[in-house]
């Protein structure tokens, strides 16, 4: 852990200079500005004052934040079948619900469609990934192809259909989710 790198982007973030960091700390600005460059080392009791004046403590101050998942596979999707309206939806991401956004990608049988969302806040985001889906917005029908997008604010009711006579695939993205 670089000590004096965590001290520096602390004082930066509560926007104080190494002068106003070391007054409050009874420090030269000179030995802020070693310490941040890890060329001098605080004894415990001076690193307990920096931590008091940057409104933190030893235990937040050594917490090492936990890593971020990015990548995502199969072990991790989950998938729910839908018989009566010949779909699938795929889950690509887990507990996306908390998240800003929602990717799904949903797979449709010909004759099949994605069950009606209620109109609610936010955009929806679409790309046919196979296949030809009819993009059902209030009254109104958009075709989108294979290799198409599609966007929409999802302030009317709204669905997919496919009305083709081969299965279609979209990588359906809600914000905020709401599958």
């Given at each position: 852990m670089e000590i004096g790198l965590k001290i520096k982007n602390l004082r930066i973030s509560k926007n104080l200079t190494q002068e106003e960091l070391g007054d409050r700390c009874e420090?030269?600005?000179g030995f802020i500005s070693l310490l941040e460059r890890d060329m001098a080392s605080p004894s415990i009791a001076t690193l307990?004052?920096?931590l008091n004046a940057l409104g933190t403590d030893f235990a937040h101050f050594f917490q090492?934040?936990?890593s971020e998942r990015v990548v995502f596979g199969k072990a991790d999707y989950s998938v729910k079948t839908d018989d009566e309206l010949?779909?699938?939806v795929c889950w690509l991401i887990p507990n996306a619900q908390k998240n800003e956004m929602e990717p799904i990608m949903v797979t449709i049988a010909p004759g099949g469609s994605t069950y009606p969302d209620y109109p609610h806040e936010g955009e929806e985001f679409g790309y046919v990934t196979e296949g030809i889906v009819t993009v059902v917005i209030g009254s109104e029908e958009h075709v989108a192809h294979k290799g198409e997008s599609f966007y929409f604010t999802a302030g009317k009711p709204h669905h997919l259909e496919n009305r083709g006579k081969r299965e279609?695939?979209?990588i359906w993205i809600s914000s905020p989710?709401?599958?």
């Open positions: 420090l030269s600005k307990e004052d920096i090492e934040a936990a010949k779909n699938e279609a695939k979209v989710p709401s599958f």
